[in-house]
């Protein structure tokens, strides 16, 4: 038990997908997994353990933004002895990108004081895990499904008046979404691993949205080459 999961270690998986909202977690676990039993409802934050394709495997929200990520990603790595975690989300697009494009983040980058706080880390980019990327581009070719490659900027802030792009600039942030700092650097710290795999649902200034129905093909494809990847995990 920690502050904000009640349940106990020999409840989880070493594996954690982590969407940000509580409620695809149950979509996941009632669509993929088997035997799954639910293992968090505090706060809300509905969380699940089940196998795929006889892999355990953990299946929780993160909910939104650096702070709610960083206490989940923190204290399922640190109390709960997890080793690996791949967020599964959304971005708005910054670049050329396209409603639907998925991207395998290399490298989040912020003016997130998260990292500085954490651990005097001082640096605005931290990067992802690359036994984990490799997994996820192998499976990605197998199963004939197009990813990008790329750096994210994570922001604190979704609804903002300014225009600075200093930040996506310097690194080429193909787009925006508000959790891969907090969780790319709990894995830093702790020596851990986490990856994420992100779809394009807006464009950035929030003129195009995914429809309902684009959302959820999305949402299984990435569902799918996640879980597919981390069967892999340990081979
Ligand atoms: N901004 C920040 N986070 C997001 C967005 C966005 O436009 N879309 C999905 N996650």
Known sequence: MTPHLEFKKEDISNIVLMPGDPLRAKYISDNYLENSIEINDVRNMLGYTGYYKGKKITVIGSGM???????????????????????????????????????????????????????????????????????????????????????????DVFYKETNNTELIDKYNCLGVEMETFALFSNARLLNKNASAIITVSDSINHDLVLSQEEREKSLNMMIILALESILNIGE
Not at 84 to 108: E, F, H, P, Q, W
Not at 136 to 142: D, L, P, S, T
């Open 65 to 155: 933004g650096n702070p709610s990520m960083g206490i989940y990603s923190y204290e399922l790595y640190k109390f709960y002895d997890v080793d690996y975690i791949i967020r599964i989300g959304t971005c708005g697009a910054y670049k050329d990108l396209k409603l639907m494009d998925v991207i395998l983040v290399d490298n989040s980058c912020s003016e997130s004081t998260y990292a500085k706080v954490l651990d005097d880390y001082n640096l605005d980019i931290v990067k992802s895990s690359d036994y984990l990327n490799k997994l996820i581009e192998e499976k990605a070719k197998e199963k004939d499904i197009n990813i990008l490659r790329g750096n994210i900027h994570c922001s």
